[in-house]
Nanobody
Framework: QVQLVESGGGLVQAGGSLRLSCAAS????????MSWYRQAPGKQRELVAL???????NYAESVKGRFTISRDNAKNTGYMQMNNLKPEDTAVYYC????WGGGFMRAYWGQGTQVTVSS
């Protein structure tokens, strides 16, 4: 079994910054893609950013130039630095990891962390 624990959410004023972390633990051989999603009230969950095991990154258009995704493979931990936050970034942020373990790959989700940006 694998657990993902997120941290770093909170309340920040528009223009501020936050850094989210996602630590994976358990039966992990390796992690393929790590990604961050968000879900605002009344909206569908959307992909914000992803990073492959090789370091390739992709971002949603709405966060390009403001958010930076990274990972530390030795620590099985992913990060997302969020700068110049806007009120529309307010959402619950979830990390997702595609984990190789026990001979198969499976997707795991964190519990979510609230990010609130005030205007």
């Amino acid at each position: 079994q694998v657990q993902l624990v997120e941290s770093g959410g909170g309340l920040v004023q528009a223009g501020g910054s936050l850094r989210l972390s996602c630590a994976a633990s358990g039966s992990i051989f390796s992690i393929n893609v790590m990604s961050w999603y968000r879900q605002a009230p009344g909206k569908q969950r959307e992909l914000v950013a992803l990073i492959t095991s090789g370091g390739s990154m992709n971002y949603a258009e709405s966060v390009k130039g403001r958010f930076t995704i990274s990972r530390d493979n030795a620590k099985n931990t992913g990060y997302m630095q969020m700068n110049n936050l806007k009120p529309e970034d307010t959402a619950v942020y979830y990390c997702k990891a595609d984990v190789w373990g026990g001979g198969f790959m499976r997707a795991y989700w964190g519990q979510g962390t609230q990010v609130t940006v005030s205007s």
